[in-house]
């Protein structure tokens, strides 16, 4: 009994205060990283959709006037 | 010890993005376009393809399914990337609009799907040479890509938390995406 109580003593001691504090860190560490990877990711694939959906519409558009001028002058 | 790569998504994205640019401009993509041919003749001999080539009432029929999943889908992601930009609904919390709307879009994408596949069945062989289709199928790969493997899992947590001009960003490609698709999908119907 004794042992578990010191166990748990020992938990609450200043080492496990400073582990579980060190792991915290590292936890928010690694969740303001993921965060910033799933912006980063989000940011790349929007601005790679949004210019590539640019191009084709002007293309098509252009395609479409082209076509207008031929037919009607 | 192998260290981890750092941004493991922005370097996937980037890759997936990567390749999918060689294979555009690739001659694969030529290879891989002569070798479907036997895939959509065999999908005109199919029940579907049958079916929706002798009764057009039955094509027109799925096509309406078709056309108002389309019209669902539209709206949930009108009001979840309108809301995301902050233009309507500004005073209630963002995932609370997501949410429902994301649900009702998982039923409608399934709907659109099984629905297209369907119709694509009656007229495979014409779609198989309309350019348009093909323009289609990648804006519905990317929405649907860019859907469930980047704005899903940037917003979940909290939408909130992320900054205003990334959500316009990700509320302007999303809704680019899908217009597209809306709108190439008009235009199978009024080609050939």
Known sequence: MDR????????DGPENTQSAAARAS??????????????????????????????????EIDAVREMLKLAYG | MPTALPFPRTVSTALLLALGVYFALSEIRIEWYASLRPFFEWMETTAFGRL????????????????????????TVLVSDARLMGIVLKNVPINQVLE???????????????SGVFMACGVAIKVYYLEVFWYKMLALAMGVL????????????????????????????SLMTWFTVAATGRWIGFSG
């Open chain 1, 4 to 11: 578990i109580l010191g166990l748990e003593v020992k938990m």
């Open chain 1, 26 to 59: 590292v936890d928010s560490k690694a969740g303001r990283g993921s965060s910033r990877d799933k912006s980063a990711s989000a940011a790349l694939a929007s601005a790679v959709i949004i210019v590539g959906f640019v191009v084709y519409w002007v293309s």
């Open chain 2, 146 to 173: 860019f859907a469930y493997f980047v704005r899903r899992p940037l917003l979940k947590p909290s939408a909130e938390a992320v900054p205003q001009r990334l959500r316009t960003l990700v509320g302007v490609a």
């Open chain 2, 100 to 114: 429902p709307c994301h649900r009702l879009f998982n039923c409608s994408l399934s709907l659109v799907v099984l």
């Open chain 2, 52 to 75: 929706g080539k002798s009764y057009g009432g039955a094509f027109a029929l799925v096509q309406a399914m078709h056309l108002l999943s389309m019209a669902v889908l539209g709206g």
